[in-house]
């Protein structure tokens, strides 16, 4: 009978290795597989619920994919936030462009208040994109001139309302950039307390926008409640029948 070569018994220190087959019929394991929809839908939970502070390592282990599957989809955190939280530049910059457009029709505290509404929505999306742009030195010297120019007709837009309402005769002839200036710089304020401190004195967004438009047309020379801007000549009428 022909000799079986044996293999050499191996020290019970030293353990067998697995058969070859038994290596081969192991499963191998692959990366999960998510839609971008099923992606977005997750980090906007994220970011709506951390805000800012969220970051892209928890986005990924909620979704449970890898970090590097984020930014293989994703260039920057800043882009993921956009998409997640639908965000487009160039729409919210047409709908403020759009303020103009609204002067001297309707009711001028309507008209105001449902823009402020609308603004507060946008900023709290469009302020956190911009903070992170400014956390990134090469994101923010290649798009910097771009912000500063959006920045501009921003103001212009503001401006050009307030100047066809008191062309209009609805408001007092004030500095229509000044009121521009005070609109938009309280609207940008209550955006950042919410991200930064996240603490606007109980405020809503519908209740601040209304009570700053009111503010704003008080020293406007408008009652709140009409909207109607008084005369001048009515008002001292007024004045010296009291």
Not at 204 to 229: I, K, P, Q, W
């Amino acid at each position: 009978m022909a000799q079986i070569d044996r293999p050499a018994p191996r020290s019970g220190s030293e353990p067998a290795p697995a058969p070859a087959v038994e290596a081969e019929a192991r499963p191998r394991g692959r990366p999960p597989v998510i839609s971008n929809e099923r992606l977005l839908e997750v980090a906007r939970e994220v970011f709506l619920e951390h805000g800012i502070r969220a970051t892209t390592s928890e986005v990924a282990r909620r979704a449970g994919v890898a970090e590097g599957t984020l930014f293989h989809r994703f260039k920057s955190k800043e882009e993921l936030f956009r998409a997640a939280m639908r965000f487009d530049p160039d729409q919210a910059l047409s709908f403020i462009e759009s303020l103009p457009e609204r002067a001297g029709t309707g009711d001028l505290r309507a008209n105001l208040v449902a823009f402020a509404e609308h603004f507060l929505e946008l900023g709290r999306v469009a302020v956190p994109v911009m903070m992170m742009s400014w956390s990134n030195p090469e994101r923010e010297l290649a798009c910097g001139a771009e912000r500063n120019q959006r920045y501009r007709r921003v103001v212009t837009a503001f401006s050009s309302f307030f100047q066809r309402e008191m062309d209009a005769g609805r408001i007092t002839r004030r500095d229509p950039q000044v009121l521009a200036r005070m609109l938009l710089g309280s609207l940008h304020h209550f955006c950042m307390s919410e991200l930064l401190a996240r603490d606007v004195g109980g405020l809503s967004l519908s209740n601040f926008a209304r009570e700053v438009v009111d503010v704003l047309l008080a020293a406007s020379g408008v009652a709140a409640a009409g909207g109607t801007l008084e005369a001048p000549a009515q008002r001292r009428a007024r004045g010296k029948s009291r």
